[in-house]
C-alpha cells in the first residue's frame, strides 16, 4: 500500500499551517508555533483513525518476524507504513518487545523525526539563517512537539497491545460555530437594500 506519510512536514494536505507561517516574513514566533501546536494536534487528531484502518501494530510483535522477508511481507500491509517502520526499528533500540516500551521509542522517534524536518525548513528560510535564532526556534518548537508525546505514544501503545485505540483529547479551543439565528441575521444584515444590488 501507498504510504500516507502523516509524519512528513511536506505532505500535501497536512502541517500547511506550520509550512505557510515558516514561510511567510511577516509571522512572528509565536504565530509560529500557534500554527506548530495546531498542526501537530491535527496529526494526533489523524492517527487512531490511520491505524484503526491498518492491521494492528501488534503483529510486528510476534517472533517469526525474524526474517527479513517475512517482516517486509508485513510491512506492505500497513497503510501508514512509516510507522510501521518505526516500530520495526524501535524493537532494537528498546531491546524489548514490550508495547509500552517499544510505543515510547516509537513516539520519541516520531517527534525527532518531525523537529529534523522543521529544522531543515526553517534553515532555508532568510530570517533564520542565523544559527542562534534557528536553534532557538527549533528549541521552542521542540517544546511544543514534546507536550503531544504521551498522546501519541498512548495511541501506538494500543496498537501494539491491539487494543481499541483512543481517540485524541484536543488541547486547543475548537473555534465556534455560528448560530442559525446568528446565521440568519448576517444573511439579512449584508442583503442590500431596495431589491438591487449595492453599487
Given at each position: ?45 489523524k492517527l487512531p483513525g490511520v491505524l484503526r484502518k491498518s492491521p494492528p501494530l501488534m503483529l510486528l510483535l510476534e517472533p517469526a ?64 539563517r542565523d544559527k542562534n535564532t534557528r536553534d532557538a526556534l527549533v528549541t521552542r518548537v521542540a517544546e511544543t512537539f514534546a507536550s ?52
Amino acid at each position: 500500500m501507498a504510504e500516507n506519510e502523516i509524519i512528513d512536514l511536506g505532505h500535501s494536505t497536512r502541517w500547511r499551517r506550520l509550512r505557510k507561517a515558516l514561510a511567510d516574513p511577516s509571522c512572528g514566533s509565536e504565530d509560529l508555533l500557534a500554527a506548530a501546536q495546531e498542526d501537530i494536534e491535527g496529526m494526533c487528531k489523524k492517527l487512531p483513525g490511520v491505524l484503526r484502518k491498518s492491521p494492528p501494530l501488534m503483529l510486528l510483535l510476534e517472533p517469526a518476524l525474524a526474517s527479513h522477508a517475512q517482516a517486509q511481507a508485513v510491512l506492505a500491509t500497513f497503510t501508514e507504513r512509516s510507522i510501521a517502520i518505526l516500530v520495526r526499528d524501535a524493537l532494537k533500540l528498546a531491546r524489548s518487545s514490550t508495547p509500552g516500551e517499544v510505543a515510547a521509542v516509537v513516539a520519541r522517534r516520531i517527534l525527532e523525526r518531525l523537529l529534523d524536518q522543521f529544522a531543515l525548513r526553517a534553515g532555508k528560510e532568510a530570517r533564520y539563517r542565523d544559527k542562534n535564532t534557528r536553534d532557538a526556534l527549533v528549541t521552542r518548537v521542540a517544546e511544543t512537539f514534546a507536550s503531544y508525546e504521551g498522546d501519541l505514544r498512548a495511541t501506538i501503545e494500543a496498537s501494539l497491545r491491539g487494543s481499541a485505540i483512543p481517540a485524541f483529547k484536543p488541547r486547543t479551543p475548537s473555534k465556534p460555530r455560528m448560530s442559525v439565528k446568528q446565521l440568519l441575521g448576517f444573511s439579512v444584515a449584508a442583503k442590500p437594500t431596495g431589491g438591487r444590488h449595492a453599487p
